[in-house]
Nanobody, 121 residues
Framework: QVQLVESGGGLVQAGGSLRLSCAAS????????MGWYRQAPGKQRELVAT???????TYADSVKGRFTISRGIAKNTVWLQMNSLKPEDTGVYYC???????????????WGQGTQVAVSS
């Protein structure tokens, strides 16, 4: 079991910055990757950025060059630095962790409760 707690959301004007944090606890040794997803009102949840244990990062095209994902040395914390925010970045941002389950010999997705990001024009 992995528990994820996000923080750092809020309201910001277009062009501003926010930094999201996610702290993982529980079976963190079994996590192979962490990431951020977001869901805008009336839309499906979409990938924003991910980072593996080896430091390999993936970004949605819409955030490349503006957002940066990073992990702590202990790899139980992940941050998302969001710069040059746009109104279309508005949504609930969810932290995700892919963790191996020995019970099913496969990886399971764990999710945080989400943090709201609102960007005004």
């Amino acid at each position: 079991q992995v528990q994820l707690v996000e923080s750092g959301g809020g309201l910001v004007q277009a062009g501003g910055s926010l930094r999201l944090s996610c702290a993982a606890s529980g079976s963190i040794f079994s996590i192979r990757a962490m990431g951020w997803y977001r869901q805008a009102p009336g839309k499906q949840r979409e990938l924003v950025a991910t980072i593996t244990n080896g430091g390999i990062t993936t970004y949605a095209d819409s955030v490349k060059g503006r957002f940066t994902i990073s992990r702590g040395i202990a790899k139980n914390t992940v941050w998302l630095q969001m710069n040059s925010l746009k109104p279309e970045d508005t949504g609930v941002y969810y932290c995700n962790a892919e963790s191996f389950s020995a019970n099913i010999a496969s990886y399971i997705d764990y999710w945080g409760q989400g943090t709201q990001v609102a960007v005004s024009s």
